[in-house]
Nanobody, 112 residues
Framework: QVRLVESGGGLVQAGGSLRLSCAVSGFSSRIYYIDWYRQAPGKERELVASIINGDRSEYLDSVKGRFTISSGSAKNTWHLQMDSLKPEDTAVYYC??????WGQGTQVTVSS
């Protein structure tokens, strides 16, 4: 059974950092495409960062230079390092690997 777990969210002051983690178990193949999305209250879900073909990353313009997406040391694990956080980064963050269903997300709240 394929299982996705997101973790690492929390409450942080503006300017602080958080590191989100995502792990998929029960999936035999290595996953090379993964996206991190976020959804703020009353807003549509937006794509924040992606790993493409396992070796190329792309970012939403508003997070470039502040967020870093990476693969973990274990198979099918990934991280989203978020630095210099701003109140507008407050949202539920979702990890979305290809061919894996959406998880419940992890809440990130940045206070001013």
């Amino acid at each position: 059974q394929v299982r996705l777990v997101e973790s690492g969210g929390g409450l942080v002051q503006a300017g602080g950092s958080l590191r989100l983690s995502c792990a998929v178990s029960g999936f035999s193949s290595r996953i090379y495409y993964i996206d991190w999305y976020r959804q703020a209250p009353g807003k549509e879900r937006e794509l924040v960062a992606s790993i493409i073909n396992g070796d190329r990353s792309e970012y939403l313009d508003s997070v470039k230079g502040r967020f870093t997406i990476s693969s973990g040391s274990a198979k099918n694990t990934w991280h989203l390092q978020m630095d210099s956080l701003k109140p507008e980064d407050t949202a539920v963050y979702y990890c979305k690997p290809t061919r894996v269903a959406w998880g419940q997300g992890t809440q990130v709240t940045v206070s001013s």
